[in-house]
């Protein structure tokens, strides 16, 4: 068995083919092994993702039924608001009649000052008379 160059060629290249072969295999091995690991990744990203899809639907369930009572809640203090407001409205009414009456009645104070003293006068002396009859009488 005559070993030729063309042979020696050949064994070269099928050992060059064989090792690459082997590495392609390694590399091959360790992608799968990737694509493994990412498809759990992704199978458990998917499961966390429903799960907080179904929280998040109840959540916006219980908001919108939230939404709905504060909406019911207010059209029933409407009303109450309303009165409230015509109460304050009648309030300032008496309060501005009130002040009216007082200003009238300080000015008709300051314009009669000498008739009301003399009339305090008289009503002092009054008294001051009743009394001294009463006592006089529960004298005798």
């Known amino acids: 068995m005559e070993i030729?160059?063309?042979g020696i060629a050949g064994l070269v290249a099928a050992i060059a083919f064989v090792v690459l072969v082997i590495f392609l295999a390694r590399v091959l091995s360790a992608a799968g092994k990737t694509l493994n690991n990412v498809?759990?990744?992704t199978a458990g990203l998917e499961r966390?993702?429903?799960g907080?899809?179904?929280e998040t639907t109840a959540l916006l369930h219980k908001?919108?039924?939230l939404v709905d009572t504060i909406e019911e809640k207010t059209e029933?203090?409407?009303p109450v608001a309303n009165s409230i407001e015509e109460l304050g409205t009648s309030l300032n009414?008496?309060?501005?009649?009130?002040r009216t009456v007082s200003?009238?009645?300080?000015?008709?104070a300051d314009t009669n000052k000498e008739q009301i003293a003399q009339a305090v006068r008289w009503g002092s002396v009054a008294v001051e008379l009743f009394k001294k009859i009463s006592l006089n009488q529960a004298k005798t």
């Open 4 to 6: 030729t160059l063309g």
């Open 39 to 41: 498809a759990d990744t």
């Open 48 to 50: 966390q993702l429903d």
């Open 52 to 54: 907080i899809m179904m």
């Open 63 to 65: 908001t919108n039924r």
């Open 76 to 78: 029933l203090l409407a």
């Open 93 to 98: 009414k008496v309060t501005d009649s009130v």
């Open 103 to 108: 200003d009238t009645v300080a000015g008709a």
